[in-house]
């Protein structure tokens, strides 16, 4: 079946430490891959996007992404986590050829120790 | 001037009332999403519309009804509210590229 998992419900990280974030894809072509970001009480905002080429991708707020389509996965990184990185973060994927139908993973919850 | 604009930000409502959610962008996008995040905070896509057309519909009980009055409005409007319809409710739209959603602030639907 198709899906898309974001296998850490919650991370923990120290302000300042590099931050990884998993998101792998079950699809049989590969789909558009984002990532979105959503502060508490607030709606998503989307950090960056993968359709083709360079598998690294850069997005806002320092934010990037490896695509590794012998992993099926699409992970996030930050070098360097400030507090206001607190969020939940979700994976999310529009199919190839399926129009424009976005599919969210479970979502990540981060949060930042001082 | 908020791109996507969701009205109202909280709805406290009672069990068995009807109520209706409204989104209006301003972007000139052709496509009209709602979605629902539960307390899990999982996201799951309910209806699209696509130029007034409804293009994708989920899933979903038939007391939901969206209606879009013009490309740029798409409402939500529910009868007969259950507890299990507490959710936030997310608006979003799109142009006819992949990609390039823009959410709403969404509505906090809490039934009680």
């Known amino acids: 079946a198709q899906s898309v998992t974001q296998p850490d419900i919650h991370i923990t990280v120290s302000e300042g430490a590099s931050l990884e974030l998993r998101c792998n894809y079950s699809?049989?072509?590969?789909?558009?891959l984002f990532w979105y970001v959503q502060s508490p009480g607030q709606g998503l905002q989307l950090l960056l996007k993968?359709?083709?080429?360079?598998?690294l991708v850069q997005g806002i707020k320092g934010f990037e992404a490896e695509f590794k389509r012998s992993q099926s996965s699409f992970n996030l990184r930050k070098p360097s986590v400030h507090w206001s990185d607190a969020a939940e973060y979700f994976c999310a994927v529009v199919p190839t050829g399926g129009g424009n139908k976005l599919t969210f993973g479970t979502g990540t919850q981060l949060k930042v120790e001082l | 001037d908020t791109a996507v604009s969701q009205t109202p930000k909280y709805l406290v409502t009672q069990m068995g009332n009807d109520k209706s959610i409204k989104c209006e962008q301003n972007?000139?996008?052709?496509?009209m999403y709602w979605y629902k995040q539960d307390s899990k905070k999982f996201l799951k896509i309910m209806f699209s519309?696509?130029?007034?057309?409804?293009?994708i519909n989920e899933t979903v009980p038939n007391r939901f009804s969206p209606k879009s009055p013009d490309k740029a409005h798409l409402n939500l409007h529910i009868n007969s509210l259950e507890l299990g319809d507490s959710a936030v409710y997310f608006c979003a739209s799109s142009p006819d590229e992949v990609g390039g959603y823009t959410f709403g602030s969404g509505t906090r639907l809490t039934v009680v």
């Open positions: 972007l000139g996008h052709d496509t």
């Open positions: 699809y049989g072509a590969t789909p558009y």
């Open positions: 993968y359709f083709s080429g360079d598998t």
């Open positions: 519309y696509n130029n007034k057309e409804l293009i």
